[in-house]
């Protein structure tokens, strides 16, 4: 297998990257309408905050780094609106938590996806941010009593995106199969999964494996 390399961090590299934080910055910024009636003037500050980061972002020298530390700033203000206000402004800063956590995961999947050559550990770590980001909407939904579940196109999405990396990467298909099923799980994988990509990927001998695992007719 190929040695793995970084691709080097250039403006025009990124340019689609930044151009779709923008966009989720700016429905996330649509959110905080909804919250004025609870927040009073702490919502100015939160999205100054937000137009702060899209101003950074404008500029291409930005690194997605300091992007997830700005974000997360606003998250932990959204944290502290939520201890003190009442139950409906929780269900809308949770809703608001989730969309900020959501586009930082897209752009870490995106990133990661991008690169020509990777390893079985950058799998990992796809599998293990997905989880994560479904643990968070699970969370969410328990705490604001209101079920709010990762839309099944971004676990979809997220499946299909870690197997096209492991066709490119050339990774075997027991071990990335391994990998999904640990960090996913058998119910979430037989919901995102699409056997026509197996198939086209890896051939039947792993759709028949995958079938038979997650008990798929």
Known sequence: MPTKTKIPNTNDGNASN????????????????????????????????????????????????????????????????????????????????????????????????ESKYGSLEDIEKMAEQTAEIVNLFDKISIESENKIPLPHEVRQWAVSTIFDCADRWEIRFDDLFKILLDSLGKNLLKESIRIQQVRDIFGIKAVDKIKNKLKLS
């Not at 309408?33 to 137009?51: A, P």
């Not at 995961?105 to 990133?111: A, D, L, P, T, V």
Request: aromatic share 6%.
């Open 18 to 113: 930044y151009s779709s934080l923008l966009k989720n910055l700016e429905n996330i910024k649509s959110e905080f309408v909804t919250l004025r009636e609870y927040v009073g003037d702490n919502e100015d500050e939160l999205l100054e905050k937000i137009s702060g980061i899209s101003e950074m972002i404008n500029r291409t020298e930005a690194s997605s780094a300091e992007f997830h530390k700005k974000a997360d700033s606003i998250i932990q203000e959204l944290q502290k609106i939520r201890d003190t206000t009442n139950k409906a402004s929780i269900t809308t800063s949770n809703e608001v938590i989730g969309l900020l956590k959501l586009s930082e995961y897209q752009s870490n999947i995106r990133m990661l996806a």
